[in-house]
């Protein structure tokens, strides 16, 4: 199994982007799929998660990020909104075979490799 995450970059304050995470070797229709990051110094933070229900989102990105996911693609986005310079991370996917949502890092199996986003002030 591996996951991919993709899109991160450079960007302003203010700024937006798109981050992806496809997943191959099996399918994760149905199960958690979620955010993470971490940033330099820092413990690795929830960022979000989508299951069959609601989405759950850490409340630093709450009403500026939201994530989605694509079945069909095997892939879940979490589109980045309003970005401020303490959004600077490492991101990563992450993924669980249950339905139920955990906020926390160890609770997940699967894991990509990360995309950084810098957001410069």
């Known amino acids: 199994v591996q996951l991919q995450a993709s899109g991160g970059g450079l960007v302003q304050a203010g700024g937006s982007l798109r981050l992806s995470c496809a997943a191959s070797g099996r399918t994760f229709s149905g199960y958690v799929m979620g955010w993470f990051r971490q940033a330099l110094g820092k413990e690795r933070e929830f960022v979000a998660a989508?299951?069959?229900?609601?989405?759950v989102y850490g409340d630093s990105v709450k009403g500026r990020f939201t994530i989605s996911r694509d079945n069909d693609k095997n892939t879940v986005y979490l589109q980045v909104d309003s970005l401020k310079p303490e959004d600077t991370a490492v991101y990563y996917c992450?993924?669980?075979?249950?339905?139920?949502?955990?906020?926390?890092?160890?609770?997940?199996?699967?894991w990509g490799p990360g995309t950084q986003v810098t957001v410069s002030s």
């Open positions: 989508i299951s069959i229900g609601s989405p």
């Open positions: 992450a993924a669980r075979l249950t339905t139920v949502i955990n906020r926390s890092a160890s609770q997940y199996r699967y």
